[in-house]
């Protein structure tokens, strides 16, 4: 499993985003060789926010979890979801699915902003405004 911060800048994700880009990039290169000799496929899943021991270790990873959630058209994917979803890639309906990094992430990993979250924060701007004005 890896994460999304592999790819952009998530603060306080700090060493565990370099170490998801170094996994992703191992399991292209391992995927390659294995393919090759062994006909096997390998694929890393980005998978959304979950809480874990990992997880719990970041500073504001709460908050994070629940911006995801908002941010994502179909919701943050459950630890059960995922479990699921790697079920899938079992099957021979994905078995030409090799050297990936396929994201399980109800959406997040393509989002800028949603309508909840822009809300959100227009509301909270405006009690900011509002703050500033008294």
């Given at each position: 499993l890896t994460y999304?911060?592999?790819?952009?800048?998530?603060?306080?994700?700090?060493?565990?985003a370099d170490n998801k880009a170094y996994l992703e990039s191992v399991a292209r290169s391992f995927g390659y060789h294995w393919g090759?000799?062994?006909?096997?496929?390998?694929?890393?899943?980005?998978?959304?926010?979950?809480?874990?021991?990992?997880g719990s270790g970041v500073k504001g990873f709460d908050g994070f979890i629940k911006f995801a959630d908002?941010?994502?058209?179909?919701?943050?994917?459950?630890?059960?979801d995922c479990a699921n979803y790697v079920i899938t890639l079992f099957s021979d309906l994905t078995r030409r699915v090799t050297l990936q990094n396929l994201f399980h992430d109800g959406g997040f990993s393509n989002m800028g902003v949603s309508?909840?979250?822009?809300?959100?924060?227009?509301?909270?701007?405006?009690?900011?405004?509002?703050?500033?004005?008294a």
């Open positions: 999304m911060a592999a790819q952009r800048v998530f603060p306080d994700y700090n060493d565990m090759v000799r062994r006909k096997v496929r390998v694929n890393t899943i980005s998978q959304s926010p979950t809480m874990t021991t990992a908002k941010t994502s058209p179909l919701g943050n994917a459950t630890a059960d309508d909840a979250v822009m809300a959100q924060f227009m509301n909270n701007d405006s009690s900011n405004e509002a703050g500033e004005e």
